[in-house]
C-alpha cells in the first residue's frame, strides 16, 4: 500500500448522471494530482493541487470538476460525461508540488455508457 | 515542453533472462527521471529514480543509467522473474515552476516462465 487510497474502484455511469470520484493520502503530503490513463496512451496530467489551491488545469474540459478540501483529500465530480472518457483515473500525492516523488492511489475504473 | 519517448511498447523475455527498456527526453534541463511499474488492478509504483548528477543506480536486480548527453536513460532487469512481469513507465520532470512529471507510453513486460 502506497498510502493512497480511492474509491470507488469501479464506476459504470450513463451520460447524464453525476458522480464524483475519492481519494485521501495517508502520507502528510501537500500536493495531490489527478491523472487520467486510457489504453495505449500516456499518463495524462489534468489537475494539480498545492496546500488546496489548484495550480495547475491541463486543458481539461469542464465537465470535470475538482475539489480539495483539504490537504488530504482530493475529489474529482463528474457530469455529463462522454464515452471517450472511459479510463482510469489514478490520484497521486507528493511532499510538495515539483519535489520529486509521487505516490499513486489504486485507481478508478470508469467506464462511460 | 519535455517530450518522453519510451521504447519498447512491448517485451517478451524468459525467466532469468535480461530486460531493458529505453527512454529518450527532449529537456536537457530535466534532472530527475523515475520509473514506475504498474501490476494489473493497481497504480503505478516507484521501483527506481536516478537523479541527474549520477549515471547510473542499481538496487538489486534493477539498475537505472543516464546519458546526459545523448539525453536517454534506461531501466536494466536481471535475472527476470514471473513476478517482474507488469507494465513499466519511465518519467522525466519538468524544469517548469510545477515541475511536473512527464511519462512515457508505457513497455508491457512479461516474463515467461
Known amino acids: 500500500e502506497t498510502g493512497v487510497t480511492q474509491t470507488p474502484r469501479h464506476l459504470v455511469m450513463g451520460m447524464t448522471n453525476k458522480k464524483s470520484l475519492k481519494c485521501e493520502q495517508h502520507l502528510g503530503h501537500n500536493a495531490m494530482y489527478w491523472y487520467k490513463q486510457s489504453a495505449k496512451k ?13 495550480t495547475e488545469n491541463n486543458s481539461v474540459p469542464s465537465r470535470f470538476s475538482p475539489e480539495c478540501p483539504n490537504s488530504s483529500h482530493l475529489f474529482l465530480h463528474l457530469h455529463t460525461l462522454q464515452p471517450e472518457d472511459s479510463a482510469l483515473y489514478l490520484c ?19 467506464t462511460v455508457l | 515542453g519535455e517530450n518522453v519517448e519510451q521504447h519498447p511498447s512491448t517485451l517478451s523475455v524468459q525467466e532469468g533472462d535480461s530486460a531493458v527498456i529505453k527512454c529518450t527526453y527532449s529537456d536537457s534541463a530535466s534532472n530527475y527521471f523515475p520509473w514506475y511499474k504498474q501490476e494489473l488492478g493497481k497504480g503505478p509504483q516507484l521501483i527506481i529514480d536516478i537523479r541527474s548528477n549520477v549515471g547510473e543506480k542499481k538496487d538489486q536486480r534493477i539498475a537505472v543509467t543516464l546519458n546526459k548527453t545523448a539525453k536517454h536513460f534506461s531501466l536494466h532487469i536481471t535475472e527476470t522473474q514471473p513476478e517482474d512481469s507488469a ?25 515467461k516462465p
Do not use: H, W
Open chain 1, 92 to 110: 497521486a500525492s507528493s511532499q510538495v508540488p515539483g519535489t520529486d516523488t509521487q505516490y499513486f492511489g489504486p485507481g478508478t475504473r470508469l
Open chain 2, 87 to 111: 507494465v513499466y513507465f519511465c518519467a522525466a520532470k519538468e524544469t517548469s515552476n510545477t515541475g511536473k512529471l512527464i511519462f512515457g507510453q508505457g513497455t508491457t513486460l512479461q516474463v
Open chain 1, 42 to 54: 500516456p499518463l495524462e496530467l489534468m489537475f494539480v493541487y498545492n496546500f488546496k489551491e489548484q
